[in-house]
């Protein structure tokens, strides 16, 4: 038992594309996916650091190469049938948990497995660590749907995951990286030239709007 099936699977997340099933003007891949995730968490977790925060960097990194590394198994399902239930999504996270297991199990040598549960677990969870990954994977969605609404991409479904992608961050407003992405990176980015800009422009101004409203 060595670490070939886990080198291996790292050629499979090259293969697995990003949104499946939607046309789009961009293919984006799970492995790029990752890649761009650890960047944006090394840049968030910088900001943190910079207001003061005590940042795990190790975890930072683990957590964000391999937060997706598990969709090997079962695919990158569309975002709207994951989400479409809480029943549907538990059940996929089952599913996707004992694959990983089986696969710790008979892929990874003893002495690593325990590295590795704590590598292939899920990553968003209440530390500050798992927050950035959080905001880091959907600034990354968020990127990725505004690349296909400024191509002029006519599928519907890029607008509801940015809009979906710039809600879940909002949800992390107490963190001074997410106040910086909405306060600064985001401005730049929808002073970016493009056809449904006003349109864009008003959806991001209404959503927003909308989380003031509930805090």
Do not use: C
Not at 73 to 89: C, E, M, N, Q, S
Request: aromatic letters at 10%.
């Amino acid at each position: 038992m060595g670490m070939h099936q886990f080198i291996q699977g790292l050629n499979d997340l090259e293969l697995l594309r990003r949104a499946p099933g939607y046309f789009k003007y961009q293919e984006h891949t799970v492995a790029a996916h990752s890649f761009r995730v650890a960047e944006i968490a090394q840049l968030l977790a910088d900001i943190e650091e910079d207001d003061g925060q005590k940042i795990n960097w190790q975890m930072v990194y683990e957590k964000a190469l391999n937060h997706d590394y598990t969709e090997r198994f079962i695919g990158d399902i569309k975002t709207p049938v994951k989400y479409a239930t809480h029943d549907l999504r538990q059940r996929l996270a089952q599913v996707e948990a004992h694959m990983t297991e089986n696969f710790i199990q008979n892929e990874i040598p003893a002495r690593l497995q325990a590295r590795y549960q704590r590598r292939l677990s899920e990553g968003k969870d209440e530390s500050l660590e798992g927050r950035i990954l959080s905001v880091a994977d959907k600034v990354d969605l968020l990127y990725e749907s505004f690349g296909e609404i400024q191509k002029g991409n006519p599928e519907s479904v890029y607008t509801e995951i940015f809009r979906e992608s710039l809600t879940t961050i909002l949800q992390f407003d107490q963190m001074a990286s997410t106040r910086y992405f909405i306060k600064g990176m985001l401005p730049e980015l929808l002073n970016e030239e493009f056809l449904d800009k006003p349109r864009l422009v008003k959806l991001t101004q209404e959503i927003i709007a909308a989380h003031q409203q509930t805090k």
